[in-house]
């Protein structure tokens, strides 16, 4: 079972920002695109911005800009800054590592965007 940590979730208010981390077994995280999804409250599990291996970002049309995914080799992490949030962020934040063999899920972090 590959084990992904997350951290960085909480309340913030509208308008203000959030950083996720993610750390995946450094064997996993080498070979593997990287990414973050989330699923809101009766909505089903929708990605947010995905990261190669050789750190190529793809993300979701609503990131609009206000979302950056980066990953730092050395410490096996993957980070998502979360600028601008609205209350349509609400959701619990998973992180992702796949290849064509496997998906693992972390156990998700909660965000919530209220004033």
């Known amino acids: 079972q590959v084990r992904l940590v997350e951290s960085g979730g909480g309340l913030v208010q509208p308008g203000g920002s959030l950083r996720l981390s993610c750390v995946a077994p450094a064997d996993i995280f080498a070979i593997s695109i990287m990414g973050w999804y989330r699923q809101a409250p009766g909505k089903e599990r929708e990605l947010v911005a995905t990261?190669?291996?050789?750190?190529?970002?793809d993300y979701a049309d609503f990131v609009k800009g206000r979302f950056t995914i980066s990953k730092d080799n050395t410490k096996n992490t993957v980070n998502l800054q979360m600028n601008g949030l609205n209350t349509g962020a609400t959701a619990i934040y998973y992180c992702?590592?796949?290849?064509?063999?496997?998906?693992?899920w972390g156990q998700g972090t909660q965000v919530t965007v209220s004033s």
């Open positions: 992702n590592t796949m290849s064509r063999d496997y998906s693992y």
């Open positions: 990261i190669t291996i050789g750190g190529r970002p």
